[in-house]
């Protein structure tokens, strides 16, 4: 009896990841933010497949340039669209309007978040990778290789990251031809601020990682495994890296809002996407001159960065306390 008594009590095994995805799904907000982010994905994956325009297209029918199509109201159609649906015609509606160019605004603002998010993305990659190695090794090495490592990371903390950029920017501008090459619709801007992450990004992960080793590696098991002669890189990927790997899933989520908003504002600023390619920084700096004839030009990309950063910093901050074993609930 007592044994069937124990095995009720007794909570069934389970995998730490299982487990923290478990404590996330109780969070409303980390499963609110999950839902926001899948709807995003979702539509910028569905819309290019059902709205006919293009994000560099100029609006037009049957060849003829439509020239009254310009900054249209959402669900609006200019005179020629209008004649064009009374002779029998359909056209597919402008869900956001159109821009100054007679540009659908809609599909703009969904390749837009299609660059932003790609760039957080990959930009978030680099800085886990770099400072996963780099923090790692100077954490495990110590000594005098462990203050050698550091004191360059004090060096790059003390860079301006946007003099970088627009250093970088301007050299590449002139040596780098991008001409036919995958990267040529970003431009020599964006090549520019992912190189700038992998310079400068990466020193707050590994700062963070290098700490998180300084602790573990006085643990018994790492003593074992060094006696037993495993070699350093087998310990680090095998043994310390796993146990921080509450650490580095939460500041992976976290890194992605903070390199979107990095973009933007550097679009913002006219350092980001070659035009016709939109961002949503981009759109934002060109809604910026008819903001008092069209608001709601402003209104669409600055809401879609707000969702997108809000989201992921909730979910940054549920994977946190589902993950971390050091915070109770």
């Known amino acids: 009896d007592e044994e069937k008594k124990q095995q009720d009590v007794m909570s069934e095994s389970t995998t730490f990841f299982r487990d923290g995805m478990r404590k996330l799904m109780k969070n409303p907000l980390a499963v609110l933010s ?15 497949m059902i709205v006919p325009y293009k994000y560099e297209e100029i609006m037009s029918i049957n060849g003829k340039r439509d020239k009254g199509a310009k900054n249209l109201a959402p669900f609006t159609y200019s005179k020629m669209e209008q004649q064009y649906i009374d002779q029998g015609g359909t056209r597919f509606p402008h869900i956001f309007g159109t821009d100054e160019q007679c540009r659908d605004y809609f599909i703009r603002v969904v390749y837009g978040t299609r660059v932003s998010l790609s760039i957080g993305v990959f930009a978030s990659l680099i800085v886990l990778i770099i400072g996963m190695i780099y923090g790692s090794i ?8 462990d203050l050698i490592m550091m004191r360059i990371v004090d060096i790059i903390y003390s860079l301006p990251d946007m003099l970088v950029i627009i250093l970088i920017s301007v050299v590449l501008d002139q040596v780098l031809d991008l001409t036919g090459s995958p990267l040529a619709k970003l431009g020599t801007n964006m090549v520019s601020i992912f190189i700038v992450f992998g310079l400068l990004y990466w020193v707050g992960m590994a700062r963070l990682i290098r700490g998180q080793i300084l602790s573990i590696k006085q643990n018994e098991y790492i003593l074992a495994a060094r006696a ?15 146990n921080c790997l509450s650490v580095i899933i ?9 390199a979107i908003f990095t973009e933007s504002y550097l679009s913002f600023l006219g350092l980001g996407v070659r035009a016709p390619m939109p961002s949503l920084g981009s759109l934002a700096n060109a809604a910026r001159e008819g903001l008092q004839s069209y608001p709601y030009k402003l209104v669409f990309p600055a809401l879609t960065i707000c969702l997108i950063v809000l989201s992921l910093n909730l979910l940054g901050d549920g994977l946190r306390d589902a993950f971390d074993p050091k915070l109770k609930r």
């Open 34 to 48: 999950l839902v926001l982010l899948a709807i995003i994905l979702i539509t910028i994956i569905v819309a290019p």
């Open 138 to 145: 100077s954490g495990y090495v110590g000594g005098r290789t």
């Open 228 to 242: 037993i002669g495993a070699k350093p890189g087998r310990i680090i990927k095998r043994h310390i890296l796993p």
């Open 250 to 258: 939460i500041s992976a989520a976290l890194q992605v809002p903070s």
